[in-house]
């Protein structure tokens, strides 16, 4: 960015959401204050930069919300077909006492003593009595069983319900973020394209952080093949391009190109940057290897792929593709080996 060393892709969304009228509102003060001859715009290139970030930030809230709103998707597919099945079972159990009922009836369901003064043969009316007696025993099983699956019917339906309610309000969440992070990214793009060619270029110049540069990993040696995998699934996803909420493989955000990387070695790591912290053992920079997560800022807001000799591999922000650049870049606040 401005220098992308100094500002980098971050995660607070609500802290960045509830500025973002500020940032705004600053970034057209710098560019009204900024005389058109000016050089180069710093105020403007700094307004880029914080733009950038915050877009990030709400990215990774885009990208949990997104996250738990496909697992509440599988959670209310499971709660409707648990409801389809108990509803299959409530309608057996119907059938069920309505064959009983009628059996009743044809057993000579009316008073005993009544059928005893009419029977002809007290013997088959004894025979007839015990039957029935068997199918009202049987029959007031198959109730209290309707009963229990029907009590079992009605709170499987209120528990969809809720997470009914509950995952349309994680799309709405979805959609805001969306918003936030188309919002911010336009405008940093009109800042952008308010510079002049010259200045445009001393900006791009100065957000590389040596990004161009390939180092020589030909000495590298990932300490097992996991890594190795990982590592070399990432690499194979330089050049791609910075996409919002991309897990790839065409595009990536920083926490996407992680886990993407991740999958192609068989390891499933959490979809955000602050859950991946999380994701394994914390070691120090100090003994970083191939294959490590380098976490930045206090936000754990940024995740990149240590490759060896100060170096790491990840997707800087929107705008720059997949690329290396140096583990100091900016803040590390964490290393995690998976």
């Known amino acids: 960015m401005g220098s992308h060393r100094r500002l980098v892709p971050t995660s607070g969304f609500n802290r960045g959401a509830g500025s973002a009228l500020c940032v705004l509102s600053a970034a057209a003060a710098a560019l009204g204050a900024v005389p058109a001859n000016a050089a180069p715009h710093t105020d403007t290139r700094a307004e880029v930069d914080r733009l950038y970030q915050e877009a990030e930030d709400a990215t990774q809230a885009y990208d949990k919300a997104a996250e738990a709103a496909a697992a ?5 597919g499971a709660a409707q077909d648990a409801i389809a099945r108990q509803q299959q079972r409530v309608n057996a159990l119907r059938d069920s006492l309505g064959s009983l009922a009628g059996a009743q009836y044809r ?4 008073d005993p003593t009544v059928a005893l003064l009419f029977s002809d043969d007290p013997a088959d009316y004894l ?23 029907l009590r079992d019917l009605a709170q499987e339906r209120t528990e969809a319900a809720g997470k009914l309610a509950e995952l349309q309000r994680s799309r709405t969440a979805v959609a805001t973020h969306k918003k936030t992070v188309e919002r911010k990214l336009a405008q940093a793009q009109r800042l952008l394209n308010s510079l002049s060619s010259a200045e445009r270029s001393a900006y791009d110049r100065a957000s590389r952080s040596g ?8 000495a590298v040696v990932p300490p097992d093949a996991r890594a190795a995998a990982a590592l070399a ?23 996407g190109l992680m886990q993407w990387s991740y999958a192609q070695a068989g390891v499933h790591l959490p979809r955000t940057s602050q859950e991946q912290r999380y994701a394994g053992r914390q070691i120090p920079l100090s003994q970083a290897q ?15 792929m240590y490759v060896g000799h100060g170096q790491v591999i990840h997707a800087p922000y929107p705008g720059a593709p997949v690329r290396y650049d140096p583990v100091d870049m900016m803040p590390v606040s964490s290393v995690t080996r998976v």
């Open 127 to 149: 025979d007839k009595a015990s039957t029935l007696d068997r199918i009202t025993t049987r029959q007031a099983d198959q109730l209290r069983k309707l009963q229990s699956a």
């Open 233 to 255: 699934a990432a690499r194979s996803a330089l050049g791609k391009p910075y996409v919002w909420g991309a897990t790839g493989p065409s595009g990536f955000d920083c926490s």
């Open 290 to 304: 191939p294959g490590d997560l380098v976490v930045y800022r206090s936000d754990a807001g940024h995740v990149a």
């Open 72 to 76: 509440l998707r599988r959670e209310v």
């Open 107 to 110: 057993a000579g369901g009316i």
């Open 211 to 218: 990004g161009d540069d390939i180092p020589d990993l030909s």
